[in-house]
């Protein structure tokens, strides 16, 4: 049987119905990992997490420690390049048995690949996907989202801020009975079905650029599109591609905390992936913040502010140019906006058309929550 995260952590009365409901939307319109946004929103720490996965799965655990310091002779072992692609990093080397940190012990295919390129057995411990994600960077120079370094500042602050417990300094790794280097291990029964990591099967491959297809999509393909999404990505490519093909310029960013975060860009048919590095602090005044606070559409021309120039700088648009600006509405809170340029005749005759396809795109985006909701409950 299959074990589900969101059920497996109500049982255990660690998070309660509303915080589930609240990690899968973040897990939904972020592209994060369920257990990772359960740590981000502090419903539950990632020893906590680490440790009750590891009893579940018969898996040990790896402290922060056993992280810090590897041999270059067993970093050696995988390829960068395989080590950013499934996001695991070599532990140590005992005869012919690769100690590998996962944050997704049950990732068969990359247990098998890494076997396969390294010729050694290997033997899968877990370790939290903020920690993988630091140790990646330290050790194979692999940038990590921005998103992990915030949620990493946060938990070091929390360890801070507690008297921290006494550790054997000679401890590498926190061993688990059923989890020692043998071959043994390998004989755990963890369904390859598992929905422990929160992602939809079938789901994993690198999202399509936007402007890839050459068709035109009419509203009604991308009602269609909409419904049979199966992760955010689909959704973001489909509505870009749409913009695309409809205006000059189209944008989508994503609202994480007090930053409007860039998602998906495209101008003139081509995709903008400068604006996909952009981080948009949501401090100060700008057309971004007053949408946020007023859930109101706005279409107009821009004031000269630094948000703002930024923001335009970015689409190629100057301060002459009217922008529409609306938000995507998600549980009474503005996940997102979408922005378009065009002359502000054309913006007012498509305004209706649009508001109708952002609602369509929440409530797409909600329907990916209900379906994480099924699979981890």
Known sequence: MAIKLGELLLNEKLITPAQLDEALKNQTIFGIKLGSALIELGFISDEQLCTLLSQKLGVSAVPQRALSWISPEVLALVPTELAAKYRVLPLRLEGKKLAL?????????????????????????????VRIAAALSKHYNIRRDDRFLRIEVELD???????????????????????????????????????????????????????????RYT???LSLEFASATNRDQVANVFITYLGQEFRVGALFIIRNDTAVGWRGIADGKRLTELENMAIPLSRFSVMKNVIETRLYSMSRLMERPENTQLLDVLGVDYDTPLLVLPIVMMNKVVAEVIVSADKEALGARLQELQKLVYKASLAFEMLIIKNKILMT
């Open 101 to 129: 940190a996962m944050a997704d012990p049950t990732d068969f295919k990359a247990i098998d690949e890494v076997a396969f390129v390294t010729s050694c057995v290997v033997i899968p411990y877990i370790a939290p996907e």
């Open 219 to 221: 509203v009604d393909q």
């Open 157 to 215: 602050n929390q360890r801070r801020a507690v008297s921290p417990a006494r550790t054997d300094k000679n401890a590498e790794i926190i061993e688990n009975p059923m989890a020692k280097i043998t071959e043994e291990l390998l004989n755990i029964n963890i369904p390859r079905e598992s929905d422990v990591f929160a992602s939809l099967p079938g789901t994993e491959q690198e999202p399509a650029s936007p402007v890839d297809t050459a068709d």
